[in-house]
């Protein structure tokens, strides 16, 4: 398993659209893939845990992946934090 | 212990029954506890609802139509995504197998589980998105099996009463082919067409009951008190007797009001009153007979197209209702309303119509008939074709100056000719009427009345127009009066000048059917009436009980006078008696 923090950075934080994003993005990996935010378990594949992490701009989570794509998991899904989801601000 | 709701009655009497609650609401769901046996039907149930709700959806993303926000795709795809998560899907089902409960209250327990999770977040805006879960779960728990409503299967009901938020016109016409007992919506007023029509349906029906369906629950005994606008939940043993006392009286009275259906309808000194019938349906027909009617004074011929659900009522469709209805009044006058669509009408297939911001003063009734000849010409042939099976006149609404009204004659024209050519038979003498309900026509009812053999003032949508009320608008239609000395002027003006040039006047609005103004428009020099079928009786016996001659000092009076408050003190003194039965 490997594990990398970061941050949430998009204006909105991890609101619908930006959940359903992750959700879709870490639906394509077969690593079981979760995001931990104080001490809050999400599975990443899974909308409503995401969406009940309440993850607001400036939090601080760490990205889990489990997996023989693991690495790959957790590279394009920290890219999807630090590119703010693709939205403008 | 009971608990009465109001709003504005319709009329129709009194009915007690169980309530049947239409759009539920999650909040509505009760709890049913499950015997072992039945708890892999119940999850059944519920799986079958996702999978319903999920076509649902994808239907709705596959149709978006093109001018929709982007958002809207994106917004169906994170509600798809939401359905098939094990927090949606699969937790109901969970719940089903250890509380032994029915779908719809697992659902509801989910529901608030999910929604207390959202309230102890602090992000404002992250909290909102409860309720695009709320929305998913309201989603399923409307399409579990017993939930959806099909209104072909009306007839299953027998002694509920309907509650609901809202009623279209052609919700109306569905209910009135139920066994509905009685209906109460949370929004609407007097005034709306959804209250016009159902006042025609003569059940028990209450408008504007906000919060209705939060209070009320599924299969709660309840009274819909119509001539009140009452709702009485759960009424306890003494309310419930005298509710049935009550219900009793009206019926006798209704009776009662039999025995001057044959009388002609003539004042004390003597003038003979047309009271007419507005209809809606060529099923109308017999309420016109049993009322004892002088004729058709307004066919409200839109229905027909309003209940047609996926297309234009065609050509035969409405000369088979045309003629179906002169062939059953015989020799009774049938004035036929050309199509008034648009405004708070709009059949499902004018896409368009919803969405103009100011629809009562956009492509509304003759315009619209203008702007869409194939509809407009098509309706002419099968009034026309009809026009000789009977004595048939022709109106057209909304005429707003006299050339629009010589553009829709033109049309009549056109279409007559048309006729001739094909050898089809019609009255080429059909009389023609415009529909005064646009102030600029009122007024200048002069260049009209040279174009017509009719008018017929439509009060309500004059009303309208001239106190610029949308009568719809339960935030302002309380300004909405008809006693307000400028429409009273106004209509005072249309019926003096049509009686001068001796072309027929009549007053196919509500107006005509409140008992409270009749004297008044019989003294304003008013002979014609039209009103829905069950206010002819009631009206006809102030009529029988008026002298016209003696309140002319009182009527000059009322048409004098410049305070609302004034012309209702006035009112007051002329109905002296008439109205206490």
Redesign the interface.
Not at chain 1, 12 to 17: K, Q, V
Not at chain 2, 84 to 88: N, R
């Given at each position: 398993m490997i594990k990398k923090q970061t941050s949430v950075i998009n204006k909105?934080?991890?609101?619908?659209?930006a959940s359903?994003q992750l959700?879709?993005l870490a639906s394509k990996f077969i690593s079981d893939i979760s995001i931990e935010k104080d001490g809050k378990l999400a599975n990443a594949k899974?909308?409503?845990?995401i969406?009940?992490l309440?993850a607001?701009k400036g939090s601080t989570i760490t990205i889990m992946a489990n997996g023989e794509d693991e690495v790959v998991a957790i590279e394009q899904i920290s890219e999807l934090f630090a590119n703010k989801f693709g939205e403008l601000e | 212990m009971s608990i009465s709701l109001h709003g504005i009655g319709l009329g129709g009497g009194i009915s007690i029954g169980k309530a049947y609650i239409l759009d539920k609401h999650l909040d509505n769901a009760v709890l049913h506890l499950l015997e072992d046996s039945q708890v892999d039907l119940e999850a059944k149930r519920f799986e079958q609802a996702v999978r319903d709700t999920r076509k649902e959806l994808e239907s709705l993303r596959g149709n978006i139509p093109s001018n929709a926000p982007a958002e809207l795709g994106?917004f169906l795809?994170?509600n798809i995504?939401?359905l098939?998560?094990?927090?949606?899907s699969q937790a109901p089902l969970n719940i089903i197998r250890t509380e032994f409960c029915n779908a719809e209250w697992a659902i509801k327990l989910q529901a608030e589980k999910?929604s207390e999770?959202?309230d102890t977040?602090?992000?404002e805006?992250?909290?909102e998105?409860k309720y695009?879960?709320i929305q998913v779960l309201e989603r399923i728990f409307k399409n579990l099996e017993g939930n959806q409503f099909d209104w072909n299967k009306t007839n299953d009901f027998e002694g509920e009463l309907l509650i609901t938020y809202d009623l279209s016109p052609a919700d109306l016409m569905h209910i009135k082919n139920s066994n509905f007992l009685g209906f109460v919506t949370e929004v609407g007023s007097l005034t709306s067409h959804t209250a016009i029509i159902g006042r025609n349906l003569e059940i028990p029906s209450i408008v504007g009951v906000s919060y209705a369906r939060q209070v009320v629950r599924d299969g709660d005994t309840v009274i819909v008190d119509g001539i009140n606008g009452a709702l009485i939940i759960d009424p306890d043993a003494v309310v419930l007797s005298e509710y049935y006392k009550l219900q009793k009286e009206w019926q006798a009275s209704k009776l009662k009001l039999r025995h001057i259906r044959q009388k002609e309808s003539v004042t004390l000194d003597d003038v003979t009153i047309n009271l007419f019938a507005n209809i809606e349906n060529d099923s109308d027909a017999i309420e016109v007979k049993n009322n004892n009617a002088d004729g058709v004074g307004l066919f409200r011929s839109e229905f027909l197209f309003l209940n047609n659900d996926d297309n234009y009522s065609d050509e035969e469709e409405q000369f088979e209702a045309y003629s179906k209805v002169v062939k059953t009044l015989k020799k009774l006058p049938v004035t036929i309303r050309t199509a008034d669509l648009g405004a708070d009408k709009n059949p499902s297939w004018n896409v368009d119509g919803n969405s103009v911001l100011n629809p009562a003063l956009g492509l509304t009734g003759i315009r619209l008939s203008l702007a869409d000849l194939y509809l407009f010409r098509s309706q002419l042939r099968a009034i026309l074709r009809a026009s000789h099976y009977g004595n048939i006149q022709i109106m057209f609404p909304m005429i707003s100056s006299s050339l629009e009204l010589k553009q829709a004659i033109y049309q009549l024209e056109y279409v007559k000719d048309e006729l001739i050519q094909e050898g089809i038979n019609f009255n080429p003498d059909i009389k023609i009427g415009a529909m005064i309900e646009v102030p600029a026509a009122a007024l200048s009812i002069k260049s009209i009345l040279s174009l017509v053999d009719f008018v017929s003032i439509g009060t309500n949508d004059l009303i309208q127009y001239l106190l610029a009320v949308d009568r719809n608008d339960e935030s302002v239609n309380y300004l909405y009066n008809p006693i307000h000395p400028a429409v009273l002027q106004l209509i005072h003006h249309v019926i003096r000048s049509c009686n001068r040039q001796q072309v027929p006047v009549t007053i196919c609005g509500e107006m005509a059917a409140d008992p409270r103004l009749t004297r008044l428009l019989l003294g304003m020099g008013l002979r014609n009436f039209s009103m829905y079928p069950s206010s002819i009786l009631p009206i006809k016996k102030i009529i029988l009980n008026t002298d016209i001659n003696k309140n002319t000092t009182i009527v000059r009076k009322i048409l004098k006078t410049e305070s609302i408050e004034k012309v209702d003190l006035l009112l007051d003194e002329l109905n002296q008696g008439v109205l206490d039965y």
């Open positions: 909105l934080g991890l609101h619908a659209r359903s959700v879709q899974s909308i409503m845990t969406m009940m309440a607001n | 994106a795809s994170l995504m939401m098939g998560d094990s927090q949606i999910l999770q959202f977040m602090e992000d805006y992250l909290k998105r695009d879960v």
